[in-house]
Nanobody
Framework: QVQLVESGGGLVQAGGSLRLSCAAS????????MGWFRQAPGKERESVAT????????SYADFVKGRFAISRENAKNTVYLQMSSLKPDDTAVYYC????????????WGQGTQVTVSS
């Protein structure tokens, strides 16, 4: 099993920045991709950014390109999401998730951390 714990959420004003962390523990050796997702009230969950654990390749949703950056520290089994130029529409619960080698879906999820951007 893999356990994921997010932290770093909070309340910020528009234009501000925030850094989220995701600490992974347990059977992490089969993780291929880590991702950040978010879900606002009444909306579908959407992908924000992904990173491959070994190679470090990244991908981003169009609405965060140039503002968010995903990174990882393999030795600490930790993934980060640096968020800048935050907008009120970024307000959501942000989730960290892990996908294993050979799997098509993200099977492991954290409990989420709230990000609120005031306007």
């Amino acid at each position: 099993q893999v356990q994921l714990v997010e932290s770093g959420g909070g309340l910020v004003q528009a234009g501000g920045s925030l850094r989220l962390s995701c600490a992974a523990s347990g059977r992490t050796f089969n993780i291929y991709t880590m991702g950040w997702f978010r879900q606002a009230p009444g909306k579908e969950r959407e992908s924000v950014a992904t990173i491959t654990w070994s190679g470090g390749g990244t991908s981003y949703a169009d609405f965060v390109k140039g503002r968010f950056a995903i990174s990882r520290e393999n030795a600490k089994n930790t993934v980060y999401l640096q968020m800048s130029s935050l907008k009120p529409d970024d307000t959501a619960v942000y989730y960290c998730a892990a996908r294993e080698y050979g799997k098509l879906t993200y099977a492991y999820w954290g409990q989420g951390t709230q990000v609120t951007v005031s306007s």
